[in-house]
């Protein structure tokens, strides 16, 4: 039974716009969310983190929005750049390991 | 060293054979994590060791499986009489468990081994 949802296997979007990526999420329990980027042949890399504490939480050109009534986050990319194609996985604390969404591919297209 | 380090970066084995994976964590990160990730999947846990606690083993597969880590440093991965299922790429990451402000960076991850058995 999957605890985290990433329900769109890829998105593109053209540069200079929104990209938006959603997460839904089974366990009230998780106190941190996670986002990271995967490039090919590289592990996954921190982009960014909110606490269940709160709704919003911004760095650069990255926001991630959490909906603890709906077990809802997204993040959300202003503008989009062409090296931002990677795969992006969402993740959850339960107060044990991570537990990870099965990713969103994501396509920047100049 | 600066990072976590995982080797060998690609193995290719026999369907049967043993196979030993290896991952050095950050200097100083006292928790250490191994998932893995099929091809189409997400990152699936399968251990995690703390200080001098007792792993959690709770997310490895069968009992083919098993790993070590000597104190707070290096960890190995060891599959026996592996099968083609095991293809996968096997990821280590470190980090530390305390965090101080309300930011969570959770884990550094290596950039994996890519595991093919034939």
């Known amino acids: 039974d999957q605890q985290v949802k990433q329900n769109s296997p890829s998105l593109s979007v053209q540069e200079g716009r929104i990209s938006i990526l959603n997460c839904d999420y089974t366990?009230?329990?998780?106190?941190?969310f996670l986002w990271y980027k995967k490039y090919p042949a590289e592990g996954p890399t921190f982009l960014i983190s909110?606490?269940?504490?709160?709704d919003k939480n911004e760095d650069g050109r990255f926001t991630v929005f959490l909906n603890k009534s709906a077990k809802h986050l997204s993040l959300h990319i202003v503008p989009s750049q062409p090296g931002d194609s990677a795969v992006y996985f969402c993740?959850?604390?339960?107060?044990?390991?991570?537990?990870f969404g099965k990713g969103t591919r994501l396509s920047v297209i100049a | 060293g600066a990072g976590v380090s995982q080797s060998p970066s690609n193995k290719v084995t026999e369907k049967g054979k043993d196979v030993e994976l290896r991952c050095d964590p950050i200097?100083?990160?006292?928790?250490l994590y191994w998932y893995r990730q099929r091809l189409g999947q997400g990152l699936e846990f399968l251990i995690y060791?703390?200080?001098?606690?007792?792993?959690?083993k709770s997310g490895l597969p069968s009992d083919r499986f098993s790993a070590e880590r000597t104190g707070e440093s290096v960890s190995t991965l060891t599959i026996q009489r592996t099968q083609q299922e095991d293809s996968a790429v096997y990821l280590c990451?470190?980090?530390?468990?305390?965090?101080?402000?309300?930011?969570?960076?959770?884990?550094?991850f290596g950039s994996g081994t890519r595991l093919t058995v034939v």
């Open positions: 200097s100083g990160h006292t928790a």
């Open positions: 909110i606490s269940s504490i709160k």
């Open positions: 990451a470190s980090t530390l468990l305390l965090d101080r402000d309300a930011q969570y960076y959770g884990y550094t």
């Open positions: 060791f703390q200080g001098n606690s007792a792993p959690d």
């Open positions: 993740a959850a604390r339960p107060g044990g390991p991570l537990v």
């Open positions: 366990n009230s329990m998780f106190d941190y």
